[in-house]
Nanobody, 114 residues
């Protein structure tokens, strides 16, 4: 089955950390660029970070650069997003993304609040 399954979200205080995971199946994970997106209430979905197929190149949105780290384990068909120094404005549903023909997953909710 071709799918992406995100996990690892939760409620955290400002300044805290979370690590998101996205398990891929049904396609050749190691050959695709992967990305993390997020969608806050009332806002459009935005790109957070991308990682090349072998993990040698990463890119980040300005809003998360220096706080978030994307990584991948091709042996486990999994992409990660380490989120540090979280802010209330990071509150959103986070989704991973692979090939365009793979449907969006259900996402994982991240809430940053005191």
């Amino acid at each position: 089955q071709v799918q992406l399954v995100e996990s690892g979200g939760g409620l955290v205080q400002p300044g805290g950390s979370l690590r998101l995971s996205c398990k891929a199946s049904g396609f050749t994970f190691s050959t695709y660029v992967m990305g993390w997106y997020r969608q806050a209430p009332g806002k459009e979905r935005e790109l957070v970070a991308t990682i090349s197929s072998r993990g040698s190149s990463t890119n980040y949105a300005d809003s998360v650069n220096g706080r978030f780290t994307i990584s991948r384990d091709n042996a486990k068909n999994t992409v990660y997003l380490q989120m540090n120094s979280l802010k209330p404005e990071d509150t959103a549903v986070y989704y991973c993304r692979g090939p365009s023909y793979v449907s969006w997953g259900q996402g994982t909710q991240v809430s940053v609040s005191s």
